[in-house]
């Protein structure tokens, strides 16, 4: 597996990574006032997906476009697109992140939000991204938060394939890896956290649930036989703990924003 496609979830794709659109919207705001639509008019979104960060980028004034190797999670861009009355500035196209179909320096900003983890040659990515992309100018890592997930939940399925002898582990990039590398290219990285905070209530049936059918990109890595075993046990753990896996727990989770800035 080189890059993690999402072809298998994309009807159900953006219901499984939420957030609240109040501080959404505020982040979006923050963006767009630092780097203006009047000026870095053509955006480009590697792992467009869906479109539930480029179609509202659009709605700002951006031009987008996009790339994605899941051709179901375009067709659910293009459904989208097609049910709005006016017609907004996002095009797209299937393609690899490793292999961009554009010229050089086509592009005055990219907002990248949680792509280049699931692309194992993601330094090559990288570069293509940066070869697409005006000298200078600003990549932007965005995290949107937990999505509806119970972070200490997946942290445990990670553990028990781990115990099962098959640990897991992002194919692509850590974020630990990020700043080396962005050091090697004559950039330095601004975070911006703790700004976009809410807390949101998730059930512990539906995270297991999601987990079980591989909805996240961790539980596509590990074997058939130490995921169903991994499921089974983190099951039984989770009726000890809650008794009833209906309960709903309270999540604190935030939007952050990674500026990849050149260094002057």
Known sequence: MDSVSFDSIAAVYDETRTFDKDCFNAALDYIAERFPPAKYQRLFEPGIGTGRIAIPLAEKGYRVTGVDISGKMLKRLAEKLSRRRLPLAVAFQQADVTALPFPAATFDIVVAVHVFHLIR????????????????????????????????????????????????????????????????????????????????????????????????????????????????????????????????????????????????
């Open 121 to 264: 040659d993601w330094k090559k990515a990288m570069s293509e991204v940066f070869r697409v992309l005006q000298p200078d100018a600003p990549l932007i890592l965005m995290f949107t938060g937990s999505g509806s997930e119970v972070p200490h939940v997946k942290d445990r399925y990670r553990a028990i394939c781990a115990e099962c002898g098959h640990p897991i582990r992002h194919i692509g990039m850590q974020r630990e890896d990020l700043p080396d590398y962005v050091s090697t290219i004559g950039r330095h990285i601004e975070q911006i956290s703790g700004r976009w905070q809410w807390q949101q209530r998730v059930r512990v049936d539906k995270t297991l649930a999601d987990i079980g059918k591989r909805f996240y990109s961790i539980s596509r890595h590990a074997p058939d036989d130490v995921h169903l075993k991994a499921i089974k046990k983190l099951e039984l753990e989770l009726k000890q703990q809650y008794g009833d896996l209906a309960v709903e727990v309270e999540v604190p989770t935030q939007i952050n924003l990674a500026f990849v800035l050149a260094d002057r």
